[in-house]
């Protein structure tokens, strides 16, 4: 995966999730944009689908697994 790929994740409590990696001055959470510089951008980074990705947060060790990545407008 790499920038402007929209990925679609599935969270350790079975939530789905779709982001979008954008630069660091385009990041918008609640559009899901998220920062190639933020934890889980970073993470994400070169990962294919059915991969899992790892993220340490405040709350503790997240995991998520890539259900797809496109690169859809």
């Known amino acids: ?6 990925v ?6 079975g939530q789905e999730l779709r ?10 959470v609640k559009n899901g944009s998220i920062s190639i510089d933020a934890p889980l951008g970073r993470a994400l980074l ?5 991969d899992e990705v790892f993220i340490v947060t405040p709350e503790g060790k997240r995991t998520y697994y890539v259900l797809a990545i496109d690169y859809e407008e």
């Not at 070169?46 to 059915?50: E, G, I, R, S, T």
């Open 19 to 28: 982001y979008r990696i954008v630069g660091p001055d385009e990041f918008d």
């Open 1 to 6: 995966m790499y920038f402007g790929a929209w």
């Open 46 to 50: 070169k990962k294919q689908v059915d």
């Open 8 to 13: 679609s994740l599935e969270d350790e409590d």
